[in-house]
């Protein structure tokens, strides 16, 4: 029995998207989550920048002795991954791998939609991993860097007139290309699952990177002997970088429970 916590860090709101699978599948779990909101979106960064900022997530998640960290971050998982690991002598989970088994499974007419931010299209890290998994599989990418401000403004549900447009005119070529399963790269975007579900159709299966990162960690931790194995609801730690406010009120809203006044922000500089 491993009763050390898990650390989560993403840029913002979307890795939650990852936090609340973890505590779903596995409860008993504590979990300590890090939103870096003070300088969202990372998806524009270069790779310098984004892996001095990753290096600074890690380190704050650290201090807490997990006994894993789990980069709920499709930019920091396409961009950082490697390094982080290295440096590091605990697990380190991206979002990338566990999604690209997924669509290699699920798709039956071996065409694939990617959509995420322009860093993680840039890297090309999805399109290696399915080709490794899938040799053949046609990929259709899309950078998407309007989603990630949309949803932590909270403009992501359905009957919101301007999320609905932009999310139509992303996602209209890669329906157009005539894909049947689509990976949403981006832990922030599974928010707006509804609005794309809608766009693309029912015969189109959407890849939830957050729910699938969450499901290989705990396949993991379980070969590693590294679960915790106490009876209970573990405990759940969220911090942030900038104001807790406007976190906390959407964090309550997509979790189903009452994180105002649980939330803390940190100078993540200092680390």
């Known amino acids: 029995m491993d009763t050390r916590p898990i650390g989560v860090f993403d840029s913002g709101l979307g890795g939650l998207t990852a936090l609340r699978e973890l505590a779903r599948i596995m409860p008993e779990e504590d979990l300590v989550y890090f939103g870096d909101t003070g300088r969202v979106p990372y998806g524009g960064r270069s790779r310098e920048i984004l892996v001095r900022y990753a290096r600074q997530d890690v380190a704050f998640l650290r201090s807490f002795q997990p006994k894993a960290v789990v980069i709920a971050c499709g930019t920091v998982s396409t961009t950082a991954l490697d390094v982080l690991r290295e440096e590091n002598d605990i697990p380190i989970f991206g979002v990338v791998e566990s999604a690209a088994h997924a669509a290699a499974q699920l798709t039956r007419n071996g065409r694939v939609g990617l959509i995420g931010t322009k860093a993680s299209i840039r890297s090309g890290a999805y399109e290696r991993a399915l080709a490794a998994l899938r040799p053949g599989v046609e990929v259709t990418a899309r950078a998407c860097p309007l989603l990630v401000p949309l949803v932590e403004d909270g403009r992501f549900r359905p009957g919101d007139s301007v999320a609905e447009t932009v999310v139509a005119e992303y996602l209209a070529p890669v329906r157009a290309a005539g894909v049947d399963t689509l990976i949403l790269g981006c832990t922030h975007y599974p928010l707006m699952k509804p609005l794309m579900g809608a766009y693309m159709g ?64 940190i100078d993540i500089t200092a680390y």
Do not use: I
Not at 225 to 243: H, I, K, M, Q
């Open 202 to 265: 029912p015969e189109t299966a959407l890849v939830d990177v957050g729910e699938q990162c969450a499901r290989w960690v705990k396949r993991q931790l379980e070969l590693d002997g590294l679960r915790n194995g106490r009876p209970g609801a573990g405990r759940r730690r969220f911090f942030v970088s900038d104001s807790t406010e406007d976190f906390s009120a959407l964090a309550s809203v997509f979790l189903g429970e009452d994180v105002r006044g649980g939330v803390e922000q």
